[in-house]
T-cell receptor
Framework: GQSLEQPSEVTAVEGAIVQINCTYQ??????LSWYQQHDGGAPTFLSY????GLEETGRFSSFLSRSDSYGYLLLQELQMKDSASYFC??????????FGSGTRLSIRP | DAGVIQSPRHEVTEMGQEVTLRCKPI?????LFWYRQTMMRGLELLIY????????DSGMPEDRFSAKMPNASFSTLKIQPSEPRDSAVYFC?????????????FGEGSRLTVL
């Protein structure tokens, strides 16, 4: 079977840093992606990791450890507009993209 | 480019009726995906195509669901007959190339309500 685990909800304060974890168990693995989805909207791509290590894109960074089947999304300098759901997704075989259940991030002023 | 275009945006129908959802991918993209999103089950991959050919339909819940891609610019997802448990948001996404590095571009979704 294939599964991706991530926390269902996370709450943080504006201006702070938050980390959203994702562990996966899949029959194959090519890479880990992260997507953001605002309420009522469509998921939008944030980042992709195929190799171990940290990828940084502005205020967002994503990390992957293939040996631990683990990754995380790090959001810095949180803004109210970052309130959304965040999904990790695994490319398990030749573009078969499987999504986790999502983490709802709530940001307090 | 206008992005991935889905229609209808909203559909309300009665149990037993046929439902057809439509998708126009981004021009030049060779992968097309259909996902279903519900609170209980999250984003489920139903089926995906490469160059108009279905690659994996293992996520299609049952025979009531069918999907086609007659050409590179059009795909349909059909539910016949529909049931209340099919109520969900159905997303179409397209991408260029293989693997997760090929960013998925999602349409705005079709919200289906089956009464």
């Amino acid at each position: 079977g294939q599964s991706l685990e991530q926390p269902s909800e996370v709450t943080a304060v504006e201006g702070a840093i938050v980390q959203i974890n994702c562990t996966y168990q899949t029959s194959g693995f090519y890479g880990l992606s992260w997507y953001q989805q605002h309420d009522g909207g469509a998921p939008t791509f944030l980042s992709y990791n195929a190799l171990d290590g940290l990828e940084e894109t502005g205020r967002f960074s994503s990390f992957l450890s293939r040996s631990d089947s683990y990754g995380y999304l790090l959001l810095q300098e949180l803004q109210m507009k970052d309130s959304a759901s965040y999904f990790c997704a695994v490319d398990s075989s030749a573009s078969k993209i499987i999504f986790g259940s999502g983490t709802r991030l709530s940001i307090r002023p | 480019d206008a992005g991935v275009i889905q229609s209808p945006r909203h559909e309300v129908t009665e149990m037993g009726q046929e439902v057809t959802l439509r998708c126009k991918p981004i021009s030049g993209h060779d992968y097309l995906f259909w996902y279903r999103q519900t609170m209980m089950r999250g984003l489920e991959l139903l089926i995906y195509f490469n160059n108009n050919v279905p690659i994996d339909d293992s996520g299609m819940p049952e025979d009531r669901f069918s999907a086609k891609m007659p050409n590179a610019s059009f795909s349909t997802l059909k539910i016949q007959p529909s049931e209340p448990r099919d109520s969900a948001v159905y997303f179409c996404a397209s991408s260029l190339g293989t693997g997760g590095a090929a960013e998925l571009f999602f349409g705005e979704g079709s919200r289906l309500t089956v009464l």
